[in-house]
Structures are given as structure tokens and as C-alpha cells.
């Protein structure tokens, strides 16, 4: 894992024992750089990138990403629109903090990712869980490797916390909803957009928000 200095985005390369190639979860800004050292470092090839949802923070990483590797980015279907102006799908006060950084920046070809879909690659199965409420197109990732399981949470669960429901797009119902459906699965490791792992037995005990 690499994080991104940009609000302390966790950019993810998975790879499944045995298998050189991995894929990449969520592109912060100024991840590409780390990414490629994990690269170098454990011999891998990049096969994909998959974003947990279309906020600047996750994804203005990948033009740096892709002029390195060229791989498929698979999005939540709900969140398609946000790649096309990255500044104005969030409050003034972001838009004018990320005006600089979105200078040049081109949407890139994605493939949608909808409630159930299944992805094979890299020798792991990705299996998209729409869950809105922090955007609409916010997708909990659970990615299995033989009966390994982990769950990439996006900003929808951290540890001890979840994610805030007041930027454009949020939806506290849908938020609500989206946890009701986190808390039927299993107690796997989780792996948030910020901040350290958890599992989520560990989130359902623990955190105020369940």
C-alpha cells in the first residue's frame, strides 16, 4: 500500500499469492510515484485499476497512472459524471483548493462497475458492492484470492468513523441504508480511502455509527 500526500489518500496494489500481476484501488493524486516503487520492488504488472468512487482526492492519480501503465479503470456507474469536471462535483471551498490540480486534466475511458458485477483478473475476483450515501456511485470492493477475502471500503467505512454525507452527491438515507448492508458481511479485513485497516466485526462492535 502507498498512500497519497493529497488529504492522505490509501492507494492499494493487490496481487494474489503466486500471481505477478495486481491491481491497483483508488489513485490519489501523487500516488503514482509510490505505486511504481511497489511495482519495481515485488516485480509486479499492473493488469487494472479500480476506483471506490469518483471524488478528485481518489482519482487524480490517474493520468500519472495511466501515461505508466496502460490498464482498464473500472468506476461505479453512478459516479461516471464526476470524472468528466473533478472540481465542480464538490463544495466551493474544494473546488477552489483543487482548481491547480486539475489543470490539464483529460477523463479517462472507464468501465462501469454495477451492484453484483464480477471481475476476474490477476488471478482475483472483484466483486462491486453498490453502497451510496458518501456519493452515488460509492462501491465497496471485495476482492478474494482462493478463501482470502478482504473488503476495500472507499470512504463509505473507516475505522471508527464513516464517511461524511454533506458534499454534493451525499445522501444520509442512502448512507444509512449502505451500512445496514455492510453489516451483513463477513469478518473479513477492511481496507478504507484513509486512515488505518480494520476488520468488520471489529467496525461493528466498536464503531458509534453501527
Same mark, same amino acid.
Not at 493529497?6 to 484501488?25: K, M, T
Not at 516503487?37 to 482519482?59: C, N, R
Not at 478482504?150 to 452527491?169: E, H, K, N, Q, Y
Given at each position: 500500500?502507498?498512500?497519497?500526500?493529497?488529504?492522505?489518500v490509501n492507494c492499494y496494489a493487490v496481487r494474489a499469492e503466486g500471481h505477478?500481476?495486481?491491481i491497483f484501488i483508488d489513485s490519489g493524486f501523487d500516488c503514482a510515484p509510490g505505486l511504481a516503487?511497489?511495482?519495481?520492488?515485488?516485480?509486479?504488472?499492473?493488469?487494472?485499476?479500480?476506483?471506490?468512487?469518483?471524488?478528485?482526492?481518489?482519482?487524480?492519480?490517474?493520468?500519472n497512472v495511466l501515461s505508466r501503465w496502460n490498464v482498464p479503470v473500472y468506476l461505479g456507474d453512478a459516479d461516471?459524471?464526476?470524472?468528466?469536471?473533478?472540481?465542480?462535483?464538490?463544495?466551493?471551498?474544494?473546488?477552489?483548493?483543487?482548481?491547480?490540480?486539475?489543470?490539464?486534466?483529460?477523463?479517462?475511458?472507464?468501465?462501469?462497475?454495477?451492484?453484483?458485477?464480477?471481475?476476474? =483478473?490477476?488471478?482475483?475476483? @472483484?466483486?462491486? #458492492?453498490?453502497? +451510496? !450515501?458518501?456519493?452515488?456511485g460509492s462501491t465497496l470492493?471485495?476482492?478474494?484470492a482462493d478463501d482470502e477475502e478482504s473488503i476495500f471500503t472507499g470512504d463509505v =467505512?473507516?475505522?471508527?468513523? @464513516?464517511?461524511? #454525507?454533506?458534499? +454534493? !452527491?451525499?445522501?444520509?438515507s442512502a448512507m444509512a441504508e449502505s451500512l445496514r448492508a455492510f453489516a451483513t458481511l463477513p469478518d473479513v479485513p477492511i481496507y478504507p480511502g484513509h486512515g488505518p485497516g480494520s476488520r468488520v466485526g471489529h467496525e461493528l462492535t466498536t464503531n458509534p455509527f453501527f
Amino acid at each position: 500500500m502507498t498512500s497519497a500526500e493529497f488529504l492522505e489518500v490509501n492507494c492499494y496494489a493487490v496481487r494474489a499469492e503466486g500471481h505477478d500481476e495486481a491491481i491497483f484501488i483508488d489513485s490519489g493524486f501523487d500516488c503514482a510515484p509510490g505505486l511504481a516503487e511497489i511495482v519495481a520492488e515485488e516485480d509486479l504488472v499492473p493488469s487494472a485499476v479500480f476506483l471506490t468512487h469518483g471524488h478528485p482526492d481518489h482519482i487524480l492519480g490517474l493520468t500519472n497512472v495511466l501515461s505508466r501503465w496502460n490498464v482498464p479503470v473500472y468506476l461505479g456507474d453512478a459516479d461516471r459524471y464526476r470524472l468528466d469536471k473533478p472540481a465542480e462535483t464538490l463544495s466551493p471551498q474544494f473546488a477552489q483548493m483543487l482548481q491547480p490540480l486539475v489543470e490539464g486534466w483529460s477523463a479517462p475511458e472507464v468501465t462501469a462497475l454495477v451492484d453484483a458485477q464480477t471481475v476476474e =483478473v490477476a488471478g482475483l475476483t @472483484i466483486t462491486a #458492492v453498490a453502497a +451510496p !450515501g458518501h456519493t452515488e456511485g460509492s462501491t465497496l470492493l471485495r476482492v478474494q484470492a482462493d478463501d482470502e477475502e478482504s473488503i476495500f471500503t472507499g470512504d463509505v =467505512v473507516f475505522a471508527g468513523a @464513516i464517511g461524511r #454525507v454533506d458534499l +454534493p !452527491g451525499g445522501d444520509a438515507s442512502a448512507m444509512a441504508e449502505s451500512l445496514r448492508a455492510f453489516a451483513t458481511l463477513p469478518d473479513v479485513p477492511i481496507y478504507p480511502g484513509h486512515g488505518p485497516g480494520s476488520r468488520v466485526g471489529h467496525e461493528l462492535t466498536t464503531n458509534p455509527f453501527f
